[in-house]
């Protein structure tokens, strides 16, 4: 069956460590995965986007990386602070999928403490 | 100005009556869809839909459809509500596949059955 794995246990870090977020991904293609964030009370807001022929995507503080061997990707959070608590979320739609069907995994719950 | 906008924010209901829930977008986009949000935080599509086609997931059960009067809009009836129905709705939109500023989330709609 086709599953998006990521950490349910929140991840407890100190301020100004780098966050490493997991998002394993089992009998998907995907052309591209995406990463999300949604605070509490709030719909999900769009980060990053990785397609199947990059290794790594950077956006300021956020870094992506995507092996498609692994089938894993792998978000970082550098100089970590507060303001970055939340749940993330890795989706991918599969590569031959119609109506673009944004599949998402469970999420990973990051605290970063002052 | 709100991109996705959802109305309403809550809504409590009885068993077995019929609700609907607006969605609305005005950035443009083709393409719109209906998510369910439970209480465990798995965000589940239920449709994708554009001025061409509507896709359902085979796991949305009948009582649930998605009405389009336009473009810029995206509504969700439901009829015969049950408790499970419980959850949180997000509407999103998308301007296509591979689209690299994601998807547009709204604040979504808590549907609470009693």
């Known amino acids: 069956s086709q599953k998006i794995e990521q950490n349910s246990e929140a991840l407890n870090i100190q301020e100004g460590k780098t966050a490493t977020l997991t998002c394993n991904y089992t009998n998907y293609s995907p052309a591209y995965l995406q990463w999300y964030r949604q605070d509490p009370g709030r719909g999900p807001v769009f980060l990053l986007l990785?397609?199947?022929?990059?290794k790594e995507k950077r956006k300021e503080r956020l870094k992506v990386t995507f092996d498609t061997t692994l089938k894993q990707s792998l978000f970082h959070i550098t100089a970590s602070q507060p303001a970055d608590s939340a749940t993330y979320l890795c989706a991918l739609v599969p590569l031959r999928n119609a109506g673009n069907m944004l599949t998402f995994g469970g999420g990973t719950r990051l605290m970063v403490k002052p | 100005d709100t991109a996705v906008s959802q109305t309403p924010k809550y809504l409590v209901t009885q068993m077995g009556n019929d609700k609907s829930i607006k969605c609305e977008q005005n950035?443009?986009?083709?393409?719109m869809y209906w998510y369910k949000q439970d209480s465990k935080k798995f965000l589940k599509i239920m449709f994708s839909?554009?001025?061409?086609?509507?896709?359902i997931n085979e796991t949305v059960p009948n009582r649930f459809s998605p009405k389009s009067p336009d473009k810029a809009h995206l509504n969700l009836h439901i009829n015969s509500l049950e408790l499970g129905d419980s959850a949180v709705y997000f509407c999103a939109s998308s301007s296509g596949q591979g689209d690299p500023y994601g998807y547009t989330f709204g604040s979504g709609t808590r549907l609470t059955v009693v």
């Open positions: 950035l443009g986009h083709d393409t």
């Open positions: 839909y554009n001025n061409k086609e509507l896709i």
């Open positions: 990785i397609r199947e022929n990059e």
